[in-house]
């Protein structure tokens, strides 16, 4: 069987560890594609020179040109610029919206039946327009943010209850902005709800709205320390973690930037919301009942990205 081709689109801080994971996991071969030339071919022969070392088998290649992404079965996009501290994610929009059109038109071109995880921020507004410049369909792509949103808000939890993060799980919905939605009655510890974790005394009600802020400002927290970027390890760990489940048709359901047709009274969007992804893609999108109160903040969640996706149509009117 021949081996899965995955592309990466954009060779920084996130394409570099995802170019490593792809390997270390032999999820396949590797093209790294940026604008800058040599980054791509210097991160994939120093990762490929690591192989003989890890024991794993992978082809890497840098690429400059969009023709050497022909084919590809994943596609993980990263390109454009992170925020810095004082930015928000939105004031990434000018700059990487033209980005999307040129990674759209060259997915387009060269690889319109690959399944394509999308990145770069602002995450919701990116994917959106990506789908529209690809022109894929909306069960081939998707976005990456409730992964790590839930990965952190896990972290933060199995720390809390000196638990492993294995037995933590955790339901974040919504944006990937600060008004994303942590539904604590969805997380658990092996099961058992946080609300009851916090009758039983195992956590104050206190900590854990703290540990809900803490994962809604969880990407500025990386972005003040860092200083130069944002976070890396954690966003290629969860994108590899989608990707896997495509490429082994493992159905898990996670939570994904997933374009809603209706779901959710949504329509023609991308919001976070928990999916099945498969061989097909996106095999179902799973829809829960809200309280009145995760009604309220999961509609505040919606708007703002109304707001940056109206800001797209505005700044490229051939996307309204
Ligand atoms: P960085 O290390 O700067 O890498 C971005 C790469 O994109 C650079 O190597 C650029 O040369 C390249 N690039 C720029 N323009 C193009 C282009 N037109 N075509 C191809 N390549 C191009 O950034 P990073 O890897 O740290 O972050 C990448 C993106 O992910 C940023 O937009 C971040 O804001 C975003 N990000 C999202 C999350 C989410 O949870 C959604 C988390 C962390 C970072």
Known sequence: MARKKIALIGAGQIGGTLAHLVGLKELGDVVLFDIAEGI???????????????????K?????????????????????????????????I??????????????KQYAPNAFVICITNPLDAMVWALQKFSGLPPEKIVGMAGVLDSARFR???????????????????????????????????????LPDL??????????LDAMVERTRKGGGEIVNLLKT????????????????????????VLPCAAYLSGQYGVNDMFVGVPI?????GVERIVEVAFSADEKGMFEKSVASVQGLVDACKQINPALA
């Open 40 to 58: 791509p071919q210097g991160k994939g022969l120093d990762i490929a020179e690591s192989a003989p070392v890890d024991g794993f088998d992978a």
């Open 276 to 280: 099945v992804i498969g061989e097909n």
């Open 94 to 107: 000018g700059i990487n919206l033209k980005v999307m059109e040129a990674v759209g038109n060259g997915i």
């Open 155 to 193: 972290h933060f939890l199995a720390e809390e209850f000196n638990v492993s993060v294995e037995d933590v799980t955790a339901f974040v919905l919504g944006g990937h902005g600060d008004d994303m939605v942590p539904l604590v009655r969805y997380s658990t510890v092996a099961g058992v709800p």
């Open 60 to 92: 890497y290649k840098g690429a400059n040109d969009y023709a050497d992404i022909a084919g590809a079965d994943v596609i993980i996009v990263t390109a454009g610029v992170p925020r810095k501290p004082g930015m928000s994610r939105d004031d990434l």
């Open 229 to 252: 970027g944002s976070a890396f390890y954690a966003p290629a760990a969860s994108a590899i973690a989608m990707a896997e489940s495509y490429l082994k048709d493992k159905k898990r």
């Open 198 to 207: 916090v009758k039983m005394g195992w956590t104050t009600q206190e900590k």
